[in-house]
């Protein structure tokens, strides 16, 4: 039988973290190790983060460029913070593989029964300043990682058809 991976076919991104959970750090550990491995455009590996566990001051202040915006997230176990930086003038796949790092850290989650929702409602500008991301570094997507909350469930996810997929043949 072909069938998704019970790790892809079980990820879904709760709105919601239970705010007692703690996350531990070898699991935010093999996070980072998992991105560590992902693929990139000549091997460049241009991604970073800034991470935070709830009840460390880096939480706190990721909490803060998220407050406001996606107050759904105050209270995960684990605040993540990803940045690409673009090299050079050779053509730009850093966007493209900070994604591929980020999702093999949502797998790695899903592997250690944890769940992530990304998200890009936070303070960008704010996140910058606080951590001094400057360019050629670029803040990209928080990752909000946890159990999911209460009265949070993965129903209603929809996906376009298949067939959508494959346009030009
Ligand atoms: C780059 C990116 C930005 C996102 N930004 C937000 C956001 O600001 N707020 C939010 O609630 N969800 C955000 N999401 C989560 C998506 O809405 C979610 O992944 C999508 O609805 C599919 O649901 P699933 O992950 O459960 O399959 C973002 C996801 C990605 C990949």
Same mark, same amino acid.
């Given at each position: 039988?072909?069938?998704?991976?019970?790790?892809?076919?079980?990820?879904?991104?709760?709105?919601?973290?239970?705010?007692?959970?703690?996350?531990?750090?070898?699991?935010?550990?093999?996070?980072?190790?998992?991105?560590?491995?992902?693929?990139?455009?000549?091997?460049?590996?241009?991604?970073?983060? /800034?991470?935070?566990?709830? @009840?460390?001051?880096?939480?706190? $202040?990721?909490?803060?460029?998220?407050?406001?915006?996606? &107050?759904?997230?105050?209270?995960?176990?684990?605040?993540?913070?990803?940045?690409?930086?673009?090299?050079?003038?050779?053509? &730009?796949?850093?966007?493209?593989?900070? @994604?591929?790092?980020?999702?093999?850290?949502?797998?790695?989650?899903?592997?250690?029964?944890?769940?992530?929702?990304?998200?890009?409602?936070?303070?960008?500008?704010?996140? $910058?300043?606080?951590?001094?991301?400057?360019?050629?570094?670029?803040?990209? /997507?928080?990752?909000?990682?946890?159990? +999911?909350?209460?009265?949070?469930?993965?129903?209603?996810?929809?996906?376009? +058809?298949?067939?959508?997929?494959?346009?030009?043949?």
């Amino acid at each position: 039988m072909n069938e998704m991976t019970p790790l892809l076919a079980g990820r879904w991104s709760p709105r919601g973290f239970d705010r007692t959970h703690v996350v531990g750090s070898g699991q935010i550990e093999c996070m980072l190790q998992a991105a560590r491995w992902a693929p990139s455009a000549m091997n460049r590996q241009p991604w970073a983060f /800034v991470v935070g566990r709830r @009840g460390d001051r880096v939480h706190e $202040r990721l909490e803060g460029l998220a407050r406001g915006l996606s &107050d759904w997230a105050l209270g995960a176990s684990a605040l993540v913070l990803a940045a690409y930086r673009t090299e050079g003038d050779e053509p &730009d796949y850093a966007l493209h593989d900070l @994604g591929g790092a980020v999702a093999h850290m949502s797998v790695q989650a899903e592997a250690m029964g944890l769940h992530v929702r990304q998200f890009a409602g936070y303070d960008h500008e704010g996140a $910058r300043t606080a951590f001094g991301i400057d360019p050629p570094w670029t803040p990209v /997507v928080m990752l909000a990682v946890g159990i +999911p909350g209460p009265g949070t469930s993965p129903a209603g996810r929809e996906r376009k +058809p298949i067939g959508e997929l494959t346009p030009w043949q």
